[in-house]
């Protein structure tokens, strides 16, 4: 279950029995598309690996919410709407 959730920077705790003292979760290990965010009180399912981040002693290597384990393929973020950015150089002629 989701103990804390900050959206704006990022990351939250996870909590479980199997990790005594809480997990820490970045949103790039929420498997889903769009904007990753996690809601304190969520019931979610995750895998994580022993690891010291920010005091945790475990950090989640994927997270998701629903009955099934989404598959590990990468989500292409250069196909989601939510962002896009572009840029073009151009130098006068010498």
Do not use: N
């Not at 690891?51 to 629903?66: I, M, N, Y």
């Amino acid at each position: 279950m989701v103990r804390d959730f900050d959206a704006a920077a990022g990351w939250g705790v996870i909590d479980a029995p199997d990790v005594p003292g809480g997990c820490w979760v970045h949103f790039s290990a929420i498997a889903t598309d769009g904007y990753r965010s996690l809601t304190p009180g969520q019931r979610v399912t995750f895998r994580a690996e022993r690891g010291e981040q920010d005091g945790f002693d475990h950090r989640a290597v994927k997270v998701w919410t629903g009955d099934v384990e989404p598959p590990d393929d990468p989500v292409d973020h250069r196909r989601s709407p939510a962002y896009g950015s572009s840029l073009r150089l151009t130098f006068p002629d010498e």
